[in-house]
T-cell receptor, first 114, second 113 residues
């Protein structure tokens, strides 16, 4: 089955620690995205990547970093510089050249920083 | 600027029909998406409109009027499992990258027995 996986589903970290969230897709999609979702707010784009070895900042990139060394993988690191990291993190991917380039989401990782 | 408006909450009865509206303001409209998101879960894709008119998919239909900057999602024969948040998102080719979406805050729909 093709899809997007994110792990872990829940993640607890102490304040001041960096943490890396995993995102893997086997849909052969070129583009991948990281969003953050907070209660009462819409989805906010953190970073996105259109091709391997290339990525761009989204609307709220400060305190986050990403890499895109493989087409299938787009990990997100939440650094200690992120002031309020507790949130629901969603990874998505979309296929280039398709009619609508619909974004499909992984199940998400809920990060709680104590 | 770019803006998407949706009602915050709606309530409907099982078996009924409900219409969720979305209005948008963008400088370079290039498609509108509807997603469903159950509490604690990720959004799932429902529909895509880029031309004016109605797209039907089973119990769900989505309508677009580009001249009015308006879309609606129509849910028929409501079921309890349709209780969820419904997100409207617009692709704007003037938003810096054609693949970026502008997201509404979502409409929380409660279906009552």
């Amino acid at each position: 089955d093709g899809g997007i996986t994110q792990s872990p589903k829940y993640l607890f970290r102490k304040e001041g620690q960096n943490v890396t969230l995993s995102c893997e897709q086997n849909l052969n999609h070129d583009a991948m995205y990281w969003y953050r979702q907070d209660p009462g707010q819409g989805l906010r784009l953190i970073y996105y990547s259109q091709i391997v070895n290339d990525f761009q900042k989204g609307d709220i990139a400060e305190g986050y970093s990403v890499s895109r060394e493989k087409k299938e993988s787009f990990p997100l690191t939440v650094t200690s510089a992120q002031k309020n990291p507790t949130a629901f993190y969603l990874c998505a991917s979309s296929g280039a050249g398709t009619k609508d380039e619909t974004q499909y989401f992984g199940p998400g990782t809920r990060l709680l920083v104590l | 600027g770019q803006n998407i408006d949706q009602p915050t909450e709606m309530t409907a009865t099982e078996g009924a029909i409900v219409q969720i509206n979305c209005t948008y303001q963008t400088s370079g409209f290039n498609g509108l998406f509807w997603y469903q998101q159950h509490a604690g879960e990720a959004p799932t894709f429902l529909s895509y409109n880029v031309l004016d008119g109605l797209e039907e998919k089973g119990r769900f239909s989505s309508f677009l009027s580009r001249s009015k900057g308006y879309s609606y999602l129509l849910l028929k024969e409501l079921q309890m499992k349709d209780s969820a948040s419904y997100l409207c998102a617009v692709r704007d080719y003037n938003a810096g990258n054609n693949r970026k979406l502008i997201w509404g805050l979502g409409t929380s729909l409660a279906v009552n027995p």
